[in-house]
C-alpha cells in the first residue's frame, strides 16, 4: 500500500496570508489527524477527523481548521498566518479512531512565515 | 488535562552504551505508544504498550509500562549509530480521542 502523502512539501507564506495543506491516508484508513511540529513544543495535537466528522481538537485558535471527504483525504485551513505558524504540520492516519490506533505519518510539509 | 512528560530531553551516547527514556502522565493512561522519528524524517510507529507492567522487546529495545499505567519508559542496550533520531512517546486517556505526545529525547550516538 502507497503511504500517507502531504502535498505540498514546502510552502513559504507572508503574515496575514491563508494556506490550506493537504494529506491523502492510506488506503482503507478513515482516521487522518494533524500535528504541528515545532523545535520547543514537540508534536502538538491539533484535530482528528474520522468518517468526515472531526472527533477532537487540541488547543488551537480558530484560525486552524480543517475538514475531511468522503475518500478520507483531509484539508487543514490556517488563515491570517502569524510568525509563529511556521513549523512543519504532520498528518497521520490510522485505521481507527481515537488514541488506540497505530499511527502511520506523512512526510510532513515545512510551512515558513515570513 | 492531560499532559505527558517525557526525560531527559537529549542524550549523548558513545556507540555501545546504553540509553533509557522516561515518560510519565500526570493522569492515568489508557495506552501508550513509541515512535521514532529520524533526523529529517517524520515519525514511526515502534509500539504499543496497553496492561499495566507490560514489556515488550523488540531486539535491542525494552518498553515497559508501569504499574499504576502513568509512566513508561524505553531502554536500548548497546546502542548503535543506527539509533539516533528523536524518541516520543505518546500516551492515551479513557476520556479523550487523541493522543498527547510527550516532547520526545533527541538521542545522539557517537562511533
Known amino acids: 500500500k502507497a503511504g500517507v502523502t502531504q502535498t505540498p512539501r514546502y510552502l513559504i507564506k507572508t503574515r496575514g496570508q491563508q494556506v490550506t495543506l493537504s494529506c491523502s491516508p492510506i488506503?482503507?484508513?478513515?482516521?487522518v489527524s494533524w500535528y504541528q511540529q515545532t523545535p520547543g513544543q514537540g508534536l502538538q495535537f491539533l484535530f482528528e477527523?474520522?468518517?468526515?466528522?472531526?472527533?477532537n481538537k487540541g488547543n488551537f485558535p480558530g484560525r486552524f481548521s480543517g475538514r475531511q471527504f468522503s475518500n478520507s483525504r483531509s484539508e487543514m485551513n490556517v488563515s491570517t498566518l502569524e510568525l509563529g505558524d511556521s513549523a512543519l504540520y504532520l498528518c497521520a492516519s490510522s485505521e481507527i479512531t481515537g488514541p488506540g490506533g497505530e499511527q502511520f505519518f506523512g512526510p510532513g510539509t515545512r510551512l515558513t512565515v515570513l | 488535562g492531560q499532559q505527558v512528560m517525557q526525560i531527559p530531553q537529549y542524550q549523548h551516547v558513545q556507540e555501545g552504551e546504553d540509553f533509557t527514556t522516561y515518560c510519565n502522565s500526570s493522569t492515568t493512561l489508557s495506552n501508550i505508544q513509541w515512535y521514532k522519528q529520524r533526523p529529517g524524517g517524520h515519525p514511526v510507529f515502534l509500539i504499543q504498550?496497553?496492561?499495566?507492567?507490560e514489556v515488550k522487546k523488540q531486539k535491542r529495545l525494552t518498553f515497559q509500562f508501569g504499574e499504576a499505567k502513568k509512566n513508561s519508559s524505553l531502554h536500548i542496550t548497546a546502542t548503535q549509530t543506527t539509533d539516533v533520531g528523536t524518541y516520543f512517546c505518546?500516551?492515551?486517556?479513557?476520556?479523550?480521542?487523541?493522543?498527547?505526545f510527550g516532547k520526545g529525547t533527541s538521542l545522539l550516538v557517537t562511533p
Open positions: 504498550l496497553v496492561k499495566s507492567g
Open positions: 488506503s482503507g484508513h478513515r482516521s
Open positions: 477527523y474520522f468518517s468526515e466528522t472531526q472527533r
Open positions: 505518546a500516551g492515551g486517556s479513557n476520556s479523550g480521542y487523541a493522543l498527547n
